[in-house]
């Protein structure tokens, strides 16, 4: 067992209430820090380069801050036939994209990095997700935009949410990836930093 005293800080590189909802999944005490950073793609970079960048930036800039902690990051980004997908900010576009992805399958790349300072090592992983749609109706997409509005969401959906009644399946080593956090692969990350998961408190 792990003392809460023994424990590092950790302090998790977001104001995502969806990767804050996740990260509580462990049970671990954390604080959160919003990363100051420009996240304009690069020319010429692919999504998956930019999505490892920016987690690892955002990792950085935290931990700049701060000292003795463990910082944990995470960026994603959605392609569609190769091309990265946004956010469509009202329901004209929103109901285009939809309407684009029906019958078909978009990937979700979710970057993560932990940098443990304790030990001076930076983790860094990707995690891939592939999201098959079903043949959608117009009706489909209209029910469901004016249920859930998801307009400042990539994809014009929340998996979390309503999303889930437009999917055919989804093929993912790790189903908290899409929602923003793969905490697999976040747990294998703490564990090489020598946190005990399952974390009891005493």
């Known amino acids: 067992m792990q003392p809460l005293s023994e424990l590092p800080s950790i302090i998790l590189a977001s104001t995502s209430i969806f990767r804050k909802q996740l990260l509580e999944k462990l049970g671990l005490p954390f604080t959160t820090a919003k990363p100051d950073i420009d996240e304009t793609p690069l020319a010429q970079e692919s999504v998956e380069e930019m999505v490892n960048r920016l987690s690892l930036a955002k990792a ?50 979710t970057g993560l990095v932990v940098i443990d300072q304790v030990h001076q090592k ?69 564990k090489a930093s020598g946190i005990q998961l399952p974390y009891l408190k005493t």
């Open 60 to 109: 950085n800039e935290v931990a700049s801050t701060v000292q003795n902690a463990i910082i944990i990051a995470s960026d994603q980004s959605a392609v569609f036939k190769e091309k990265p997908i946004g956010k469509p900010h009202n329901y004209e576009n929103a109901f285009s994209q939809l309407k684009g992805f029906s019958g078909q399958s978009i990937d979700f790349l």
């Open 122 to 190: 930076t983790y860094q992983s990707l995690d891939t997700t592939k999201v098959f749609f079903r043949k959608l109706t117009d009706n489909d997409i209209h029910n469901y935009l004016m249920l859930e509005q998801p307009f400042e969401c990539a994809g014009s959906f929340k998996s979390e949410g309503l999303g889930i009644t437009l999917f055919e399946k989804i093929e993912s080593s790790d189903p908290n990836a899409l929602i923003g956090l793969p905490l697999i692969q976040l747990t294998t990350h703490l």
